[in-house]
């Protein structure tokens, strides 16, 4: 049985995603998400109170699961510093940001569930100054992996 060679040409990331995109994706975010490593690596009670308004104890039989988080985060990280910084490839680009958001759906999703629903995450006058860091924390590079993933301000 002959492999099968994929007869599409490579297209390049860098000449096709915009800037600011790129910008985002391999020097921003990484920062980020190397900082919520650490912090739920280091604090995690800090960081527990921080996400939950104050409201959730503690426990530190549960730290397995900071752990956990921290790892998913440095593999973030890992991805975007180093994986899409070393294949120019679109299509790449694309599937990395679309598994990405995989996991951004249930981030977000826990970010609400963490104040008691998405009714109370909605309730903007009710934020914290943590729920505005998390929120521009994670706003614009969810929506730079939709944009990508879409196609928007991408050339072809």
Request: with cysteine; glycine share 8%; hydrophobic share 55%.
């Amino acid at each position: 049985m002959v492999p099968r060679r994929n007869s599409r040409a490579s297209v390049s990331a860098t000449a096709s995603i915009p800037f600011i995109y790129r910008l985002i994706l391999t020097t921003i975010e990484p920062f980020i998400a190397a900082s919520g490593a650490v912090i739920a690596f280091c604090t995690a009670d800090k960081y527990l109170s921080a996400m939950t308004r104050h409201s959730a104890s503690f426990a530190a039989t549960a730290t397995f699961l900071y752990t956990e988080l921290g790892g998913a985060w440095l593999y973030f990280a890992f991805n975007e510093a180093v994986v899409l910084r070393l294949f120019d490839d679109l299509r790449l680009w694309r599937i990395l940001c679309a598994g990405m958001l995989l996991s951004d759906g249930a981030y977000c999703h826990s970010v609400a569930q963490a104040v008691g629903g998405w009714g109370a995450w909605s309730r903007v006058g009710d934020w914290t100054a943590e729920n505005w860091m998390v929120f521009w924390g994670t706003a614009p590079m969810v929506l730079v992996r939709i944009l990508i993933v879409l196609g928007v301000g991408v050339k072809r």
